[in-house]
């Protein structure tokens, strides 16, 4: 009976062990910060397009440093045209009011769930509207518009 029960305690002291080691160590992890980018680290070129952030770059939390390094990265691969293109898309965005960017925010979520033959096939169909002759897209807007919303959904939903 001693052996069982020295077995017993010993188990339990390993077992205590064990929980004080595992408590410590993820208790050791919550508290590691992430480090951040430093700006001193970052290339000329990139210093000098993410020059708005320098004031506030120490602030900004890891995650955001690397998407905005990340966009920055991409901005520099763009072409002259390519830049002016992604410029004034952005200012349009800009322009859009917050329920409007929500909305669109939305419906690209809905994108993304798409299978890839949808994707295509919904490409596909936006291209066919965009080479119709302006005075018929402006038309079938038209027609979108003043047909009830309880139809528009149907046709969205058969989509």
């Known amino acids: 009976m001693s052996l069982m029960k020295s077995k ?3 188990d339990s002291g ?3 062990l064990l929980a004080l ?3 410590l160590l993820f208790s050791s992890l919550s508290f590691a910060t992430e480090a951040g980018i430093d700006w001193k680290s970052l290339r000329p070129e990139e210093r000098r397009v993410l020059k708005k952030y320098a004031g506030e770059w120490e602030r900004l939390s890891p995650e955001k440093q690397r998407r905005i390094v990340k ?7 763009l072409t002259p045209e390519e830049r002016k293109n992604v410029s004034k898309r952005l200012k349009k965005w800009k322009k859009l009011t917050p329920e409007r960017r929500a909305r669109i925010r939305k ?3 809905r994108y993304k769930t798409l299978s890839p033959d949808e994707r295509k096939e919904l490409r596909r169909a936006k291209k066919r509207f965009n080479n119709l002759p302006v005075e018929k897209r402006e038309r079938l807007r ?3 518009k003043e047909m009830p919303p309880e139809r528009r959904k ?3 939903r058969k989509m």
């Open 14 to 16: 390993l077992f205590l």
């Open 107 to 109: 419906r690209f979520e």
């Open 142 to 144: 038209r027609r979108w």
């Open 154 to 156: 149907d046709i969205i």
């Open 71 to 77: 966009g920055a990265a991409r901005w520099l691969k």
């Open 8 to 10: 017993i305690y010993r």
């Open 21 to 23: 080691f595992v408590t």
